[in-house]
């Protein structure tokens, strides 16, 4: 399990240079935000969490470990209990939640990035 990389992912440095040459501005893994959110606009108020299929229990992909099966069952849905709570935090703060699959960059990765591209720009025309 060590080998699965938390943060700093192909897909995510892939996101983040698209973005920011779309000029769209963010930070990374902001830590005086809640639950250190991927990419963060204080600004615009939204965040952005790319989860992975493992960790985050994808029901398309995700595949249990066969050994210590209890254990990891746990895990996964406790990452999924916080999840939730962290979208209803930042979402009765007003914030926008954009939760990206892995396989959604991986597999749609322009469909991906137009979904987010729009909801940017849905937010800059409000302000």
């Known amino acids: ?3 699965v990389k938390s943060n700093e992912t192909s897909l995510e440095i892939k996101l983040r240079k ?3 040459s ?3 501005r963010y930070r990374k893994n902001n830590a005086s935000l809640f639950a250190k ?3 963060s606009n204080k600004r615009k108020k939204i965040v952005i969490f790319i989860d992975s299929c493992f960790w985050h229990g994808c029901g398309e992909h995700l595949r249990i470990p066969k050994s210590n099966v209890s254990y990891w069952i746990h895990k996964i849905e406790k990452n999924k209990k916080r999840d939730h709570v962290v ?3 930042y979402r009765k703060k007003g914030w926008k939640v954009l939760r990206i699959w892995e396989h959604q ?3 749609h990765p322009e469909k991906t990035i137009n979904t ?3 909801v940017f720009n849905l937010i800059k ?3």
């Open 1 to 3: 399990m060590k080998r």
């Open 37 to 39: 959110p991927d990419i």
């Open 87 to 89: 979208n209803l935090f």
């Open 18 to 20: 698209r973005l920011w």
């Open 125 to 127: 025309q409000q302000s």
């Open 116 to 118: 987010i591209l729009k």
């Open 105 to 107: 960059l991986k597999h």
């Open 22 to 24: 779309e000029g769209i």
